[in-house]
């Protein structure tokens, strides 16, 4: 079923509607980074940015939980960066992000492989010793070179503080052993997966907040679907068994939301292209970005 073919009730607005407008300065701006060509398995995560624009018709506006409409708010959608992949893609990526938090109080940018945290991260901030960094994601993205394996390991090579980094979701097999010392040898806060059985994911964005906005940082915020369940999100290729649940990483999108330090949400690692019939994943993406959505109407 396609947007067009959905019901119409005047009384239950659509939450896509929120978006169809071009302001320059909206304090919610949606930006899509279709990046997919640094990507250590192939994926088709280029077709995902506007897969999410598709599936925010299938949601209304208003958060029964928090008693917040969002029609009314301040939003915007800037749109596609073109050819964001490759060294020349990076440079795109960073001169058409570059000044947006002038404009703009909370920015969230649709991937794409997560090679975008890198590209929009380094973009929205040249100094990025002055940064934060939380990532909800199954692996440490500390790899060397340039891939979606690869962001953070850029960044903390450009400058951004491993003391400030905290990862949420980390899963056991993952990863490697090197770049586990990796993480820890440069400072970089873990909550695991398995430390998620303990506590919860509210506890953990809290003292993940309270790290990465250390000094009054501003923080970037980089939500790797694939740290959910793979029964949750077939769409994202690394998923394992395992991982968040859809909910879980939809409160952690709420409560980064609701937070004045949170500058710039990304949502990545979805290749719409191999998603189920129910297209379940796109539609998660899209849930997250109405519960950031949410989170920042109650900032």
């Not at 897969?51 to 409409?69: E, F, G, M, N, P």
């Not at 000094?215 to 968040?244: F, H, K, N, T």
Request: negative net charge; glycine residues 8%; contains cysteine.
């Amino acid at each position: 079923m396609t947007s067009a073919s959905l019901p119409h009730d005047p009384k239950w607005a659509r939450a896509n509607s929120l978006f169809q407008s071009k302001k320059t300065d909206a304090d919610f701006a949606l930006i899509g980074v279709p990046a997919h060509k640094a990507s250590i398995s192939p994926t088709n995560a280029d077709q995902t940015p506007d897969a999410i624009r598709t599936a925010l018709a299938r949601y209304s506006t208003y958060s029964t939980s928090a008693d917040v409409d969002l029609t009314g708010g301040s939003f915007t959608d800037l749109g596609n960066i073109d050819s964001p992949d490759g060294d020349e893609g990076v440079k795109r990526v960073s001169e058409a992000v570059n000044g947006l938090l002038n404009k703009h109080k909370l920015l969230v940018a649709l991937g794409g492989d997560n090679s975008i945290t890198y590209s929009v991260a380094s973009g929205l901030w040249p100094d990025l010793s002055k940064v934060g960094l939380i990532t909800f994601d199954a692996h440490h993205d500390l790899r060397d070179g340039k891939s979606n394996g690869s962001p953070v390991w850029q960044l903390i090579q450009a400058g951004l503080p491993g003391a400030n980094i905290v990862q949420i979701g980390i899963a056991d097999f993952a990863n490697s052993a090197e770049y586990s010392a990796r993480a820890k040898e440069n400072g970089v806060t873990v909550i695991s997966r398995s430390k998620l059985r303990t506590q919860s994911i509210a506890d953990a964005v809290k003292k993940a907040l309270e790290i990465a906005g250390n000094g009054g940082r501003e923080i970037y915020v980089d939500l790797d679907v694939d740290v959910c369940d793979r029964s949750v999100v077939p769409a994202c290729p690394a998923a394992m068994p395992g991982g968040l649940s859809a909910d879980e990483l939809r409160q952690a999108a709420f409560l980064v939301g609701a937070d004045k330090r949170v500058r710039a949400i990304d949502i990545t690692e979805i290749d719409a292209s191999k998603d189920s019939d129910d297209q379940r994943t796109v539609r998660l993406a899209a849930l997250l970005v109405l519960e950031a959505a949410a989170g920042f109407a109650t900032r």
